[in-house]
């Protein structure tokens, strides 16, 4: 089955502790990326990838990091989690990078993370 | 800056009503706009419209693009509770990589 998969699904941490969320996807596309998704702001890209190697950032990457060393996977690291993060988190993908050929996002189920 | 503005924010109806959902849009660069639906979890892709004034239908479900006053609408008929969720438009910009505006949503509740 096609799909896009994160974990955790569900977290809540402390303050300052470093935390990894995982994303993979198994339909061999080129572009990935992730969002947050807060209440009255919408869905806002954190960072993307284009391809293997190649990220950057989207409209909210302050606090996070990525990295895209294969493919299929795209986790998304909060090196210093701090309260303001508490979000739920999506990551994406879609076949073509350049965008138009399709335009669909394929979404993961989301990730609730709480920093206390 | 790139706007994509969703309304209702909100929305009640009963069973069997028709439903117009808005998303009017400011943008520097439009490629298409998309709609999804987001129930408890993942967004699901809807539709996605690049031409102006050609509808895009799925069984109850169709939508609309107007390039030229910028809107879009998306209408639901004969309205099930199945269809209780909330409801993203997003604009892709026309860059070197999918870049999307997305608004805030339109919760829609279906009352039986």
């Known amino acids: 089955e096609a799909q896009v998969t994160q974990n955790p699904r569900y977290l809540i941490t402390v303050t300052g502790k470093k935390l990894t969320v995982t994303c993979s996807q198994n339909?061999?596309?080129?572009?990935m990326s992730w969002y947050r998704q807060d209440p009255g702001l919408g869905l806002r890209q954190i960072y993307y990838?284009?391809?293997?190697?190649?990220?950057d950032k989207g409209d909210v990457p302050e606090g996070y990091k990525v990295s895209r060393k294969e493919k299929r996977n795209f986790p998304l690291i909060l090196e210093s989690p701090s309260p303001n993060q508490t979000s739920l988190y999506f990551c994406a993908s879609s076949l073509a990078a350049s965008g138009g050929a399709g335009g669909e996002l394929f979404f993961g189920e989301g990730s609730r993370l709480t920093v206390l | 800056e790139d706007k994509v503005v969703q309304s209702p924010l909100s929305l009640v109806v009963h069973e069997g009503d028709t439903v117009t959902l808005n998303c009017s849009y400011e943008v520097t660069n439009f490629r298409s706009l998309l709609w999804y639906k987001q129930e408890k979890k993942a967004p699901t892709f809807l539709f996605m419209l690049?031409?102006?004034?050609i509808e895009k239908k799925s069984g109850r479900l169709s939508s609309i693009l107007d390039k030229k006053e910028l809107f879009s609408i998306l209408n639901i008929t004969a309205t099930q509770t199945g269809d209780s969720a909330i409801y993203l438009c997003a604009v892709e910009l026309n860059t070197g990589f999918q870049k999307l505006v997305f608004g805030t949503g339109t919760r829609l509740l279906v009352s039986p």
């Open positions: 990838s284009m391809n293997v190697e190649v990220t």
């Open positions: 690049t031409s102006s004034g």
């Open positions: 339909m061999n596309h080129e572009y």
